[in-house]
């Protein structure tokens, strides 16, 4: 842990941040007031279980954090806590199953992902296989959606290097029965209809690694893609080889990341306001998924993608072999906006200054694999 930080278990008062980290060896919370100067460290959460989503919900008055949990004797489970880690539901409830005459099994829940503050007791996950389920009652139930459990693509997925997963949820906030999916390998999809119906949106999307057809109707290995809060319709998107934006919910698709020195990535953040400024860490290949260059680069752009600019201030430049996979980077919500990021060399760091210099917040944690930043006070409800 860095110097400046102690270790508690308490209830964080109104206003303080708190980062949830997921890792292959349990779950941490890290807590700040509003400075982000001094952290505080809780954990570990369910040690030795591997966590690979975690979500913070303040919807209807709740303070309510959320995490996937995966062991040998329970397999993947939601788990929840009301008082900031203190208690959670057991982990023998098999709460997310698959109909059973759907032939699939779950093995991995990759993504939580909370609805509108309009909409209090809905909630969504991504799972692996991929499909998506939502819950209509706050957690407490899980229910998959049928119109991509029976979709008549599912026989053409294939999984990428971590499995056939829906790990990206993206919902439209002024239109609540959009939403849009990331498919590792099947690209994005979308739906209009809460669910019912769903359309591959992967025009301009390459698949590099398909001999044949480099931009097939579905078979994308996606990332990972944002939506940008500040205008409606952009998003970002981190693909297996390239990095685009889309200004129309996924339509159409354009490729920014020729200035980049590899477009090749997993990490993926947006500015909260400003909808020309995104983040990539870019990685050296598909073969090598290291820190392109050894050097631990966080990418900015300010234009949009026209062009791009290294911020390198406190990351190592030097034998930097460090990973970050897909939800391991996170922004908050405060009027100067933090960044975080970890690794899977299990160091965490976060910028207050759009990223211009890095600090260390943790240097020896187990291997990252999810980084959510959250405002916690009343009337704040921002897991981002």
Do not use: M
């Given at each position: 842990m860095a110097p400046n930080e102690t270790t508690s278990r308490r209830r964080g008062p109104r206003g303080d941040v708190l980062l949830l980290i997921g890792t292959t060896k349990g779950a941490f919370l890290l807590w700040s007031t509003s400075d982000r100067k001094r952290?505080?460290?809780d954990g570990p959460h369910f040690p030795g279980e591997s966590v690979f989503a975690m979500a913070f919900d303040s919807r209807a008055g709740r303070q309510r954090l959320f995490a996937s949990t995966n062991t040998w004797q329970h397999g993947s489970v939601?788990?929840?806590s009301d008082d900031f880690g203190r208690s959670w539901t057991p982990a023998d409830r098999k709460?997310?199953?698959?109909?059973e005459d759907s032939g699939l099994q779950l093995k991995q829940i990759w993504q939580i992902t909370p609805a509108a503050s309009s909409q209090p007791d809905l909630l969504y996950l991504g799972v692996e296989p991929a499909c998506l389920f939502e819950s209509r009652d706050a957690g407490e139930?899980?229910?998959a959606v049928e119109g991509l459990?029976?979709?008549?693509h599912r026989p053409g997925w294939f999984p990428g290097g971590g499995g056939l997963c829906l790990h990206t949820i993206v919902l439209d906030p002024a239109e609540q029965r959009r939403i849009l999916v990331g498919i590792s390998t099947g690209g994005v999809y979308r739906s209009d209809d809460a669910g019912t119906t769903w359309n591959a949106s992967n025009s301009g999307l390459s698949a590099e690694f398909l001999p044949d057809n480099k931009f097939p109707k579905f078979g994308q290995c996606v990332h990972k893609f944002v939506a940008h809060p500040a205008q409606r319709g952009r998003l970002?998107?981190?693909n297996h080889w390239g990095v685009y934006r889309s200004d129309n919910w996924g339509q159409q698709w354009l490729d920014i990341g020729d200035a980049l020195p590899s477009d090749f990535g997993f990490g993926l953040a947006v500015h909260p306001r400003d909808a020309a400024t995104a983040y990539v860490i870019p990685m050296q290949s598909d073969e090598f998924h290291c820190a392109a260059d050894a050097k631990?680069?966080?990418f900015r752009t300010r234009n949009a993608g026209t062009s791009w600019e290294p911020l390198t201030r406190g990351l190592p430049q030097r034998q930097a072999y460090e990973t970050v996979v897909r939800d391991a980077f996170s922004t908050d919500s405060l009027g100067s906006y933090g960044l975080y990021f970890g690794t899977r060399n299990g160091k965490l760091f976060a910028s207050l200054d759009a990223g211009e210099s890095w600090r260390s917040l943790a240097d020896s944690l187990p291997p990252i694999t999810c980084v959510r930043a959250a405002v916690v006070g009343v009337g704040v409800a921002t897991t981002e």
């Open positions: 952290w505080r460290v939601v788990r929840s709460n997310v199953v698959f109909p139930t899980w229910t459990v029976r979709h008549p970002y998107l981190q631990l680069r966080v």
